[in-house]
Each structure stands twice: as C-alpha cells, then as structure tokens.
C-alpha cells in the first residue's frame, strides 16, 4: 500500500506564481500535493482545518507583508516546516526568518526543479526531526522535575523528624551537657535547615 503523497500549502497571490511552483513538482517527481491560498487570511484558514506538511510562503500578501507574515505562520502553524518563496532578495530578511524557525528562504526565479523539490523535502525532515527533539527534551525535563520532586519528598520527611529531636533535645535537657556536645548538637541543627533549603530549591 503506497503512503499518502504529502501535502504543500503554496500562500502566494500571483496565480503564474503557483502555477509554475505546482509544474516544477510534478517535474520533480517529489510526489509532493500543492495546494494554495491568496491571501494570509485565507491561509491561515486552511492551517487551521487541515495541517500540510510544508508551507511555501510569499512575504509580501495584500493583507501582510514582510516578517509580520512568516510569524503569523508559524504561530498559527508551529511544526510545519516553513519554506520562504520571495520575489525579494534580502539577506537580512533571511536570516531574520530562519533565526525565527522558517526552514529555508528561496528567492523566485533562482532555483530549477529538482532543487526546488529537494529543498521543500529537506526543509519537511528537518522540521520532522526539530518537532522529535523538542518533545524528547520536554519529556527528558518532565522526568527530572518529577525525579527531583519525589526525591525531595523522600528526604524532606527524615530531615524534618532529624529536625525536630534535635530540636527536642536542646530545648528539654535535663543533664548538663558540655559546650562541646552543645555545639555539636546546634551544628546538626544548622546542618538540617540548610538541607531543608537546598531541597526547597529544588
């Protein structure tokens, strides 16, 4: 049974735009669906119903322009790799939209089928393994706060009981006891309340 072909949603106002986007697919045999929207409202639209697995976006839409349009995406679509498709070639817009977790940024007319292919499946594993690593590093975090969390309960309650006979101990002597031995009962005290801190740190 083959796999379901993946899904593109090409933003893009200019018909010719994702026509060609659409012809240089199929030339690629990337097995690659296109889909479109004209507008950033109406693509947002269609994250919402149904999630593809990259979005090929124009920057500049008549109702969003520049970076406010990729964020819009990308908050809208958090896990979908994002590929930039720009008329405009601007290094510091760019790299702005990469630090901010678009995939990739493709300036129109510089780039043939097979790149074009590559890059949009390129930017869908990388997003794939992104999305893999940050849920294992929640679950890693997830761990450790509850190991640490039982790990403080499971101290907490002898320090507390350690905590109070010795507290017990100072406050109810009925022999004498040497300044030495006092000592050494105030320095176990001390020594408990700082732990009972440090597990309050954690």
């Known amino acids: 049974m083959s796999a379901q072909p993946q899904r593109v949603l090409v933003i893009e106002d200019n018909q010719g735009d994702v026509d060609l986007v659409r012809s240089r697919l199929l030339e690629s ?26 979005v090929l976006l124009d920057l500049y839409l008549p109702d969003s322009c520049g970076a406010e349009t990729f964020q819009n995406v990308l908050n809208q679509a958090p ?14 817009l760019a790299v702005n939209a990469v630090q ?42 997830q761990l450790k706060e509850h190991f640490l969390s039982h790990v403080s309960d499971e101290l907490r309650t002898p320090l507390n009981s350690i905590r ?35 597990f309050d740190d954690l």
């Open 29 to 54: 045999n990337s097995e690659l669906e296109v889909s479109y929207a004209d507008r950033l409202s109406t693509g947002l639209a269609a994250l919402t119903r149904e999630r593809p697995a990259a």
């Open 79 to 92: 896990g979908v790799a994002v590929v930039v498709l720009s008329g405009r070639d601007d290094e510091e």
């Open 100 to 141: 901010h977790g678009v995939q990739d940024y493709l300036v129109k007319g510089t780039f043939d089928s097979k790149q074009l292919g590559r890059i949009l499946k390129c930017a869908i594993e990388r997003q794939a393994l992104m999305t893999a690593l940050n849920m294992n590093w929640k679950e890693q975090s």
């Open 164 to 198: 109070q006979f010795v507290a017990m101990v100072l406050d109810d002597l009925e022999v004498p006891v040497t300044a030495a031995q006092r000592g050494h009962l105030d320095t176990a005290l001390r020594s408990v309340n700082q732990l009972r801190l440090m």
